[in-house]
């Protein structure tokens, strides 16, 4: 009830709440012994299989009493959790909703994004994800506050048209409020909808885009450089272009990253699917730099003007940490796929032809709803089989990419001193670079195409980044 409060205002005492039920949880758990030596069962099944504290059958109760009532499956028996289990479910369903209620309500976009996705790595169940969506989405509003128009504006660091009329009424905005609007409940579905959806989403979002662009050069020419004397309507259409190209292929990075989630990959597709990995993300580095760029412009016209002040602000603009953090991942992707294309080439393994499909068709299989959105563009299987062409062992050496990951952690840890969640994604991404350094290390001395090499890729340090695990037969 207080968690169904707008606008966020019971979030403190929904809190309360929860440390009071989780106190309660923990005496229950406690009485389990009291129960078990009050009853009269003398030999019980185990723990493990027991509906109830004290080892006895429950009165009033039979699983098996609702089976002929669900029409549409077949009869049967609902499974029971067993007591120990139940408890530990509500109390990992009270620490879910305690996230929820610590939520700053942040209006930065990013930090929305982050969060969910961050929420979303605990596997939440049903009841907190459907009270997050609620949270986030009330009235049409973010926290049934903040207008997506609003929101959008924040993003593109432009306070000057907040609550501006115009803006707020632009058919652009419109359409990208309820794009984002549609983001942040497709984000707070499980993980199999979830993929789907944002599969489905980015042709809107690519839409959207080209749109965009087509409005943009049809009423400002073909320029594209920032100028001191543009107009305020085309820094906003310039900027409106680059935040959604940012978020359409950051949609994109999530859709490939799920993949991995859901186990859709086989060892034989992880070179195409990194390969794809590692062209997305650098698209996604090249628009987030841009939109820094463009928010750094607008802050340095308030100040003082310069003469040459654009080309300053792109030789002197430090880049934050997420792009450095990117560059970790697109220095992963692409050494992964490099590594895995030298052996299939050298050592012919990670190549399993199936009679049913080839690999052209499984590439459009994972990939075509990119490919229907054009994310890249210009970018086919062909493109992937000539990449995979010209990767060699020699090259994977000499340009050793899990060594540069190495050089860029030590610099995000200071960043990121202060968020105990980035400190553990770089130690995890620091651990994947630091295993696979020493296995392409082995293979390259011992040589790939040695028949006795036996190369497996194991996802023991990150979820998403594989490991090389090398043997000799």
């Not at 309660?24 to 723990?47: A, H, W």
């Not at 080209?210 to 001191?228: D, H, M, P, S, Y």
């Not at 992963?332 to 294309?341: D, H, K, T, W, Y």
Request: proline share 4%; hydrophobic share 40%.
């Amino acid at each position: 009830m207080c968690m169904r409060k707008p606008q966020g205002r019971g979030l403190d005492l929904a809190r309360k709440h929860v440390t009071s039920c989780l106190a309660e949880l923990s005496l229950m758990l406690k009485s389990q012994e009291f129960l078990k030596s009050r009853s009269d069962i003398t030999s019980q099944k185990g723990d493990e299989s027991c509906t109830t504290a004290s080892g006895c059958c429950p009165i009033g109760f039979d699983v098996s009493l609702n089976s002929r009532l669900l029409s549409p499956a077949p009869p049967r028996a609902v499974q029971i959790l067993a007591w120990s289990d139940a408890i530990r479910y509500f109390e990992k369903l009270l620490h879910d909703l305690d996230i929820i209620c610590a939520l700053s309500l942040d209006p930065v976009l990013e930090n929305v994004l982050h969060f969910i996705a961050q929420f979303q790595k605990s596997v939440p169940d049903l009841v907190p994800r459907a009270f997050l969506q609620t949270l986030l989405v009330q009235d049409g509003k973010l926290y049934g506050r903040d207008l997506f128009c609003d929101v959008i504006s924040r993003a593109l660091s432009l306070p000057d048209i907040i609550g501006d009329k115009e803006f707020q009424s632009n058919e652009f905005v419109v359409q990208l409020g309820q794009l984002v609007i549609n983001l942040l409940k497709i984000l707070c579905t499980n993980t199999a909808w979830q993929r789907r959806k944002l599969g489905k989403s980015l042709q809107d979002w690519s839409t959207i885009s080209i749109q965009l662009e087509l409005a943009l050069k049809r009423e400002f020419g073909e320029t594209r450089n920032v100028l001191a004397d543009e107009n305020m309507c085309m820094r906003v259409s310039k900027q409106l272009l680059v935040w959604s190209q940012e978020h359409t292929y950051w949609i994109a990075s999530r859709f490939l990253i799920l993949g991995f989630e859901l186990d859709l990959y086989s060892p034989s597709e992880y070179c195409m699917v990194y390969w794809y990995m590692h062209v997305v993300f650098i698209k996604l580095i090249e628009k987030m730099q841009l939109r820094i760029l463009a928010s750094n412009e607008n802050s340095r016209r308030k100040g003082k003007k310069k003469k040459d002040h654009s080309k300053d602000s792109v030789r002197d603009t430090p880049f934050p940490p997420s792009c450095l953090l990117l560059q970790c991942y697109v220095l992963l992707s692409e050494g992964l796929s490099m590594l895995l294309a030298a052996l299939r080439k050298e050592s012919k393994s990670f190549q399993s032809p199936s009679i049913f499909n080839t690999e052209q068709e499984r590439f459009m299989q994972h990939f075509d709803l990119l490919q229907k959105a054009q994310i890249p563009e210009c970018i086919t299987y062909y493109s992937f089989k000539e990449a995979a062409a010209q990767a060699y062992m020699a090259d994977v050496m000499k340009y050793n990419f899990f060594k540069e990951i190495q050089k860029i952690i030590p610099s995000l840890k200071g960043s990121f001193a202060s968020e105990p969640e980035k400190l553990a994604e770089l130690r995890q991404i620091e651990q994947v670079a630091e295993h696979n350094r020493i296995a392409l290390n082995i293979i390259n001395h011992v040589g790939a195409s040695d028949p006795k090499l036996r190369v497996s890729f194991e996802f023991t340090h990150h979820p998403h980044f594989a490991v090389a695990v090398v043997k000799r037969s």
